[in-house]
Nanobody, 124 residues
C-alpha cells in the first residue's frame, strides 16, 4: 500500500509561484511514473503534469506548459510541481498520484494511488 501526502498549497496572487510536494510512504516510487492532476470548483479532475519512472520524460497539459515544472527525487521518495506565473484559472485542488504505464500518463485511469490533495488558490 502506498500513502501519498501533498503539501505546499496556499493562496497566492496572480503571477506568483508555488511549489507543491508529494511525499510517498509504503513503497519506493522509482519504478513508477508520477502524475499531478487538479480539480477546479465545479469541474472534473484533469491532468496537469507527469514524469516518467526514470525522470527522463515529462508531459504537461497545454494549459500549464511553459509555466509548471515537474520533478522527482527518488532518494527522498518525493515528486514536486513547481508552478510559476500562476493564473486565477489555476485555482484548484491539486493531487499527486502513482501511475502504471507512461504511455497513458495523462489518463486518470492509469493511476492507482492518490493523495488527498492540496488547495491552490490564485487571486486576481
Amino acid at each position: 500500500q502506498v500513502q501519498l501526502v501533498e503539501s505546499g498549497g496556499g493562496l497566492v496572487q496572480a503571477g506568483g509561484s508555488l511549489r507543491l510536494s508529494c511525499a510517498a510512504s509504503g513503497r519506493a516510487l522509482d519504478n513508477y511514473p508520477m502524475g499531478w492532476f487538479r480539480r477546479a470548483p465545479g469541474a472534473v479532475r484533469e491532468f496537469v503534469a507527469a514524469i516518467s519512472a526514470s525522470g527522463g520524460m515529462v508531459r504537461y497539459s497545454e494549459s500549464v506548459k511553459g509555466r509548471f515544472l515537474v520533478s522527482r527525487d527518488d532518494a527522498k521518495n518525493t515528486a514536486d510541481l513547481q508552478m510559476n506565473n500562476l493564473e486565477p484559472e489555476d485555482t484548484a485542488v491539486y493531487y499527486c498520484a502513482v501511475g502504471r504505464r507512461w504511455s497513458r500518463a495523462a489518463q486518470e485511469s492509469e493511476y492507482n494511488y492518490w493523495g488527498q490533495g492540496t488547495q491552490v488558490t490564485v487571486s486576481s
